[in-house]
């Protein structure tokens, strides 16, 4: 059973159903739409419907596996399928993929802030407040973390309809016209990138033994990702409707470009501080939840009684991948559209894969 002194924490079935849209969505409306809209023109909407049919599945392969081992965490029952050593030669790649998350998201909220509004402030500020922030989340533990999380949801939920909303009598249905009249190769291009952020429901497998109630996570989990979908369709296909596929792709970030033709009557406007509060919060609450991933997975293939001693190292190893691996956000924009996404689908679908089929070969964990 999992070690309650790692960690005590249990969330409920609503705090996971906003956990887990926080953290595929919270940064897949920051660059994914100018990715998908630059392959498949006006029918970008029709790659994030398959690339979340392709979420549902790793979903169903992640929860299948996880329920073989009741209050196990994905780090304890590896050396139970592959043997001691083999389990945390493989534990510790997930916890890289983990920090590698993090440093991510952090990299995308650093960059953002500075190409967008303060250009003269060095990236190392923002990329050590990001850190920081949800370093001091992940040492208050899953629970605060998903209270947190359920003030936040919400409030960006509403954000962004409310920008949709008052973006409307800009938009124009000839943007996105004709429909189905990409090819599938283009079509299969522009889907890689989004399904390798649904394929981010793979953490579930660190989250299920900390659940109150496990037995609707099939339904809550898919739930969550219908509601992904449905908020990256309304910035996707809004961002459309304002400026075709043709500007929409030339633009970094699309939705604050829309956010900013927002005009009525000379007075609604200059509204960016909106999307800004919604990155920040949102982005800040999946960088906690992968940074505690790390730190709990980290301590539970050490045999530590505590994760929260690892937190200040993992902080300096996350600040400095943030900085290191993607120093500009060409650099980072071009690894998370071309390496990125068979990167993390080899942790996302293939390994969980080929674990199950192991499970079911061999037998070990529950039925």
Known sequence: ?????????KIDARQTLYLLVTMIYATLILFIPQNTVAHAKQDAWLSFLVAFTGGVIISLVVI???????????????????????????????????????????????SHIVAVFMPETPG?????????????????????LARLNQLFLPLNAGLLTTLFVLVTPEMK???????FDTSLLSLAKSTITPLSWFGEIVALAVIIPYLAEQKNIYHL????????????ELATIGVLLVFSPTLTSSYFFPVLSGTKMINIANFVERLEIIPIVIWVTSGTVKAALFFWAAALGSAQLLGLKDYRP??????????????????????????????????????????????????????????
């Open 124 to 144: 190392e500020v923002f990329l050590i407040h990001g850190t920081i922030m949800a370093a001091y989340i992940a040492y208050c533990g899953l629970e605060v």
């Open 64 to 110: 299948n596996l996880s329920l073989r081992f009741p209050g196990q965490t994905l780090f304890e029952y590896l050396p139970l399928i592959l043997g001691r050593f083999p389990g945390k030669i493989i534990g510790f790649f997930y916890v890289w993929l983990f920090i590698h998350f993090c440093a991510l998201v952090d990299r995308e909220y650093c």
């Open 1 to 9: 059973m999992t070690d309650k002194i790692l960690e005590g924490g």
């Open 221 to 232: 989990t898919i739930k969550a990702l219908f509601f992904v979908l449905i908020l990256i």
């Open 310 to 367: 690892l937190l200040l190292p993992l902080a300096v190893i996350v600040t400095a991948l943030g900085y290191l691996l993607h120093p500009s956000i060409i650099d980072l924009l071009n690894f998370l559209t071309q390496a990125f996404p068979f990167y993390a689908l080899t942790f996302e679908f293939i390994i969980p894969f080929l674990l199950l089929i192991i499970v079911l070969i061999k037998g070990p964990g529950k039925k």
């Open 173 to 179: 249905v000839i943007n996105i016209l004709p429909v």
